[in-house]
T-cell receptor, first 113, second 118 residues
């Protein structure tokens, strides 16, 4: 059974520092991996989607890497801002599950001014 | 961009009553929608896959008679929590995928419903 783990569970950094969020998964037979942002009491906003054949995706200050063989993905957020404070979730879609995401528990990020 | 509307955003009900949550895709069609449940500081847990025009597929451990799912059209799925109990209090989120997208495209999520059962 696929298990998705995110470390650390919480992270606090001063504004301007780079953020590094880790996600690991136990079964490498994934179709793709998706990173989300969740603000308190809100739904999910998709940040980046990495296909299993890709090694990374970039969007603005965000960069996500994927190492499928080792079961790891990392989300980098450059030059963090207080507005980046949120919980970040990673989720994998397994090859034969078409749309069913397995989520990690998330990393709660606080960026202090 | 694709928008999924979930309603209501918050609901408080008494034990024993039923609550219906709606999930609508506003500008795209979705043959399949997914319902998730989230406990505080825990990961989202898939409850069921809602299929347009057919029965929902429930994940192991989810009571289908308690969590009734109806997907009557390509833009609407509903989750009804029947005979709610305090332990059903949680954050429920739906998601949908645009069927017109080729290959795989990101799922779009609603803003969630905070259910509190007193």
């Amino acid at each position: 059974k696929q298990e998705v783990t995110q470390i650390p569970a919480a992270l606090s950094v001063p504004e301007g520092e780079n953020l590094v969020l880790n996600c690991s998964f136990t079964d490498s037979a994934i179709y793709n991996l998706q990173w989300f942002r969740q603000d308190p009491g809100k739904g999910l906003t998709s940040l980046l989607l990495i296909q299993s054949s890709q090694r990374e995706q970039t969007s603005g200050r965000l960069n996500a890497s994927l190492d499928k063989s080792s079961g790891r993905s990392t989300l980098y957020i450059a030059a963090s801002q207080p507005g980046d404070s949120a919980t970040y979730l990673c989720a994998v879609i397994e090859t034969d599950s078409w749309g069913k995401l397995q989520f990690g528990a998330g990393t709660q990020v606080v960026v202090t001014p | 961009g694709a928008v999924v509307s979930q309603h209501p955003s918050r609901v408080i009900c008494k034990s024993g009553t039923s609550v219906k949550i709606e999930c609508r895709s506003l500008d795209f069609q979705a043959t399949t929608m997914f319902w998730y449940r989230q406990f505080p500081k825990k990961s989202l847990m898939l409850m069921a896959t809602s299929n347009e025009g057919s029965k929902a597929t429930y994940e192991q451990g989810v009571e289908k008679d308690k969590f009734l799912i109806n997907h009557a059209s390509l833009t609407l799925s509903t989750l009804t929590v029947t005979s709610a109990h305090p332990e059903d209090s949680s954050f429920y989120i739906c998601s949908a995928r645009d069927i017109s997208s080729g290959g795989y495209s990101p799922l779009h999520f609603g803003n969630g419903t905070r259910l509190t059962v007193t």
